[in-house]
């Protein structure tokens, strides 16, 4: 199996986490779905809080943020086992980093910006032609800091003779991920409610309850679906970009812990 991500322009990048930035100081986490309860934090559960300076460093450079997510999702593929790894991307830091970490990078011509699915279908047809062999893309978000390799694996298998796959975001409207055959050739169909139109589209979503696999639902554009995050427990990357960071409940290194992911 070969990994197709997707980033963009880091200095467009993540804008609703940082317009919701501060939400969590004033009222509690704001957050979109999972633990909620009225669009806020439920009510047995603590507030989760950023600090002042950790708001501050995230506003002046959310770029390195996504950096950091993005290296700790490509860390979770390769303890998954998926060590071919495509990237599309326009922007320089993100082609560096991803060559730090072995990725093949795209980049993304300028009739593509701006089109995240054509981005993910440049990104396919890239894999098509360096790794024949693949049977299967997985065509990843590369904001999910939480995820595990376990679920990653778990979740392949889940998709074995199943045909295209997805598993949803956290709010059950987006598309955390999608497993298809290397031999598709169609665009897919993320953004907007991008569960909706996977599923009209006949692709299978695996565990339609939503029951499984919290961590690889977790993509973090908001600062609830941060905190979020952090209650799960996110890579190294992550975890260093948010070192002060305090979640209730979480041990002296100030975040929650995560084992073996990072
Ligand atoms: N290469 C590439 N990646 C994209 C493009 N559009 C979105 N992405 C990536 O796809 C994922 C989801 O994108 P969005 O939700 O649109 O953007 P975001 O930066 O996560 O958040 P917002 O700015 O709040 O919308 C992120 O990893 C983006 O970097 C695109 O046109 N080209
Ligand atoms: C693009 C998507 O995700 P988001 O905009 O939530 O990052 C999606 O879920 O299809």
Redesign the pocket.
């Known amino acids: 199996m070969v990994a197709v991500l997707?980033?963009?322009r880091l200095g467009?990048?993540?804008?609703?986490?940082v317009s919701t930035m501060g939400d969590d100081a004033a009222h509690g986490a704001e957050t979109s779905g999972g633990d909620t309860s009225g669009g806020k934090i439920a009510a047995d559960s603590a507030p989760a809080t950023l600090s002042p300076a950790q708001r501050e460093r995230l506003r002046a450079d959310p770029g390195a943020f996504v950096l950091a997510m993005f290296a700790d999702t490509i860390a979770t593929l390769h303890e998954a086992g998926i060590r071919d790894v495509v990237v599309?991307?326009?922007d320089h830091r993100v082609r560096e980093r991803a060559q730090q970490l072995a990725a093949h990078v795209v980049d993304?011509p300028g009739d593509v910006?701006?089109?995240?699915n054509a981005?993910y279908a440049l990104g396919a047809a890239t894999a098509r032609t360096r790794w024949p062999a693949h049977r299967q893309v997985l065509i990843v978000?590369?904001?999910l800091p939480a995820a595990q390799p376990t679920s990653l694996r778990e979740i392949v298998d889940a998709a074995v003779e199943r045909g295209e796959s997805m598993v949803t975001d956290r709010a059950g409207t987006g598309t955390s991920l999608l497993l298809r055959p290397m031999t598709a050739h169609e665009l897919p169909r993320f953004g907007p409610d991008s569960a909706a139109a996977h599923r009209a589209a006949g692709v299978v979503e695996l565990d339609p309850e939503h029951l499984l696999w919290p961590d690889v639902r977790t993509d973090v554009?908001t600062v609830g679906d941060l905190i979020a995050a952090l209650r799960l427990g996110v890579g190294e990357h992550t975890r260093s970009v948010l070192k002060d960071v305090r979640i209730p409940g979480a041990t002296a290194s100030g975040v929650g812990e995560q084992s073996d992911a990072s």
Request: aromatic content about 0%.
């Open positions: 997707a980033v963009k467009d990048a993540k804008s609703r986490l599309v991307t326009p993304e910006a701006g089109d995240l981005a978000q590369a904001d554009d």
